[in-house]
């Protein structure tokens, strides 16, 4: 009851950052992209304390379904996007990354039967302290992966406003410089890939205990590699064939897309032993 | 050009590499999208020959597989060949040629000139670089490398997978797997798992299944399943042990997981005139012949079905009769009732149920590897990701009462780190100097002393 209060405070704060980082971006008022800032962080602070929240009333680390993922999600997200402000200030990303965030959110909300977003108890095979290795690192991996998406999106629509030199073209001067996006965007690319292998060691380590096998072609296991194979390659053709600026974030952007169907496609569309989260 | 490529050369390169990846993506999609189905016609025929109903565990998935291993080795080599010579490169440029980098700073400061140079190369040191350095027509130069190491990064990186790989390997010529549904009460070795390929009588221990049980949450979904077992050895005492789901046992490198369970149904069968003629446990749903006869039976418990049940609470078994392999006669009876079967008076009856515990049976020398590969893995990738490797060069030249400084520097992977390095040791200097006079990279504006 009061989780889900505290869940739409997060969502309605969210929301509200988003819609002052557009006024930020047509304004050019630098104090309301700061603003924008604070309300994010206000709406990462709901969103840790509806954490907490299902934290004390489940009695485990709330990351064992749908609901709870895909809150622990929004919140890695922001996490990451909350250094990055921070540390570098970069201006609109929130514009970019934020309605990522407000997606999963709006999804939990319209979209998802309250069945699933109940505290359940641990099925067996779940009962392991790989858990909260494998679901937390999943969770940072995503966020810097989103966040490199947020950066490769940004990207792409500044070169195309530079290209077409239309009336956009002067609102997309006030993103940042493309080589500090394409730059940025490698960056995250490298931790969240760095996670990523984490999350696949991790789950091969906990499927070797529950399962018996460290690797079964289980549709999430599959698509987590190629997942992990986008971005290898993303990073191969940066480093020696210097593939960079649209190409990397092209890939960047495939890469996100295949970390988001690794996480909801192969849920809905695919069966496997991977059938809770 | 590369006509003079031999085909090693073009198989370990880059590009081969990523059009393997590539391929192992689209095959990889493929595999997780094409649902298992019968095909007929010539669409069937392929879709057989191809394996497409298990891609994963196809001939050409593992072809593939095998190239892109094959490829990483490859490469991994020629890569350690050339590695050493890269690392003994250690050039030095003077200002002239700093000014032409695109990353790269100027500034005057003041001090005595000996002093500055020696503690310039100091504080470098101290900020974890590794220097070298050289006095050249009044310039004093000096390189400086950050992050070294992470050179080798990548190589660990790939080399990473070649232990894996072996783990893979040493798993499948030595390792077994195999799956046995076993009856409370229930003794067996390992020669006797179906799918082990274990030969008969090496295996020097044997399993006891003593209880399974499952335990609950207060809304009765399970908890947790468990197995306790006994280990029965020659010339030692049995030892005790619990198999749970995450729990699995490990027994002299072989493990137990605890897979399934379920329940057998033990029949006996009689003749006309009483006498046992056979009695046994079976599994629901599995046929059992009725000895001198050409009938056949299955058992089952229809309960078992509902949700919710518990192991041991039925009330009534189903059980279906065939001769040959027609179907006869399908029925519902209580525990130990007499089932007559045929016109000799044959009797079934359905005694009782026995819980059986669904363990699967694996040893597999290769996880080791697996795991220090994957360690491996992850070292290497920090070193190359998180290092911030990058190289500085700085020129000290006298001028005048004061001191020119050139900072400039190169980085393989990350332009932002560069010039945030460069940035700091830039102020570092400044703040080594007694007096900062100006920075010229500032269009002359005298930045404020006050640091």
């Known amino acids: ?277 | 050009m590369s006509g003079d490529k031999s085909w090693l050369d073009r198989f370990r390169s880059m590009q081969t590499g990523l059009v393997l990846v590539a391929a192992i993506i689209i095959a990889s999609i493929a595999g997780t999208v094409i649902p298992p189905q019968d095909w007929t016609g010539s669409a069937g025929t392929w879709y057989n020959r191809l394996q497409l109903n298990d891609v994963f565990h196809s001939w050409w998935y593992a072809g593939l597989l095998t190239l892109a291993a094959l490829n990483l080795i490859a490469c991994s080599f020629y890569r350690l060949t050339t590695l050493p010579k890269r690392r003994g490169e250690k050039p030095l440029f003077n200002s002239g040629q700093i000014a032409q980098f695109q990353k790269q700073t100027r500034f005057l400061i003041t001090g005595n000139y000996s002093d500055i140079c020696a503690r310039v190369v100091k504080l470098l040191k101290m900020r974890g670089y590794e220097t070298w350095h050289d006095s050249q027509s009044g310039e004093y130069r000096v390189g400086a490398q950050y992050g070294g190491l992470s050179t080798w990064g990548s190589l660990i990186t790939h080399f990473s997978f070649l232990i894996v790989m072996l783990g893979v390997l040493i798993g499948a010529v030595f390792g077994f797997q195999g799956s046995i549904n076993a009856p409370v009460g229930a003794v067996f070795g390992l020669d006797s798992i179906p799918g082990s390929g274990v030969a008969p009588g090496t295996t020097g221990f044997k399993v006891q299944i003593d209880d399974f049980h499952i335990e609950r949450y207060a809304d009765s979904t399970p908890s947790g399943y468990f197995s306790r077992v006994s280990i029965i050895e020659e010339q030692a005492a049995p030892q005790d042990a619990t198999i749970g789901v995450n729990q699995p046992l490990n027994y002299k490198g072989v493990k137990f997981y605890q897979a399934g369970y379920g329940e057998a149904i033990e029949v006996l069968i009689t003749s006309a005139d009483g006498k046992p003629l056979k009695s046994g446990l079976v599994m629901p749903g599995q046929r059992f012949a009725i000895p001198g006869t050409d009938y056949t039976a299955t058992a089952a418990i229809p309960a078992a079905s509902q949700p919710g049940y518990d192991l041991g609470t039925a009330s009534q078994l189903a059980y279906a009769i065939f001769q040959g392999n027609q179907h006869i006669k399908t029925g519902e009876t209580g525990f130990d009732m007499p089932v007559v079967i045929g016109s000799q008076g044959h009797t079934v009856r359905l005694v009782k149920t026995v819980p059986y515990t669904g363990l699967l049976v694996k040893k597999d020398p290769g996880v080791p590897l697996i795991w220090l590969g994957s360690f491996f893995l992850l070292c290497g990738m920090a070193m190359s990701f998180f290092m911030r490797p990058h190289k500085l060069w700085l020129v000290l030249r006298a001028d005048g009462a004061r001191i020119m400084v050139t900072v400039g520097g190169t980085a393989s992977k990350n332009q932002v780190v560069l010039a945030e390095s460069i940035e700091a040791i830039s102020n570092e200097i400044k703040r080594l100097s007694n007096l900062q006079t100006g920075d010229l990279t500032d269009k002359g504006v005298l930045v404020d002393a006050n640091v």
């Open chain 1, 1 to 277: 009851m009061y989780e889900n209060m505290v869940f739409s405070a997060a969502f309605a704060l969210y929301t509200a950052a988003i819609l002052l980082y557009v006024w930020e971006l047509a304004s050019k008022r630098k104090v309301v992209g700061r603003f924008a800032d604070y309300v994010t962080a206000l709406g990462w602070a709901a969103n840790t304390l509806a954490l907490i929240m299902r934290y004390v009333s489940a009695g485990r680390l709330p990351l064992a379904n749908g609901y709870e993922f895909l809150v622990a999600f929004a919140w890695g997200i922001v996490l990451f996007f909350l250094w990055v402000q921070y540390r570098y200030r970069f201006k609109s990303v929130g514009l970019f990354l934020l309605p990522v965030v407000w997606v999963l959110l709006a999804y939990i909300a319209v979209e998802m039967p309250s069945s699933q977003k109940m505290v359940s108890p641990l099925m067996p095979a779940l009962k392991s302290n790989w858990l909260s290795v494998h679901v937390a690192t999943a969770i940072l991996s995503y966020g810097a992966l989103a966040l490199s998406f947020a950066l490769a999106v940004m990207f792409l629509v500044k070169e195309s406003c530079n290209q077409h030199n239309s009336r956009m073209a002067e609102l997309c001067q006030s993103l940042p410089a493309m080589e500090v996006l394409d730059e940025s965007c490698y960056r995250f690319i490298t931790v969240g890939f760095f996670l990523l292998s984490l999350v696949i060691i991790s789950g091969a380590i906990w499927a070797e205990q529950a399962w018996g096998a460290y690797w079964s072609w289980d549709p999430k296991e599959t698509w987590s590699l190629i997942t992990w194979l986008i971005y290898a390659a993303c990073l191969h053709v940066r480093q020696t064939y210097g593939w960079r600026g649209r190409r990397s974030s092209v890939i960047a952007v495939i890469g996100f897309a295949a970390v988001l169907f690794t996480f909801f496609g192969v849920n809905y569309w695919l069966a496997g032993l991977h059938s809770y989260a």
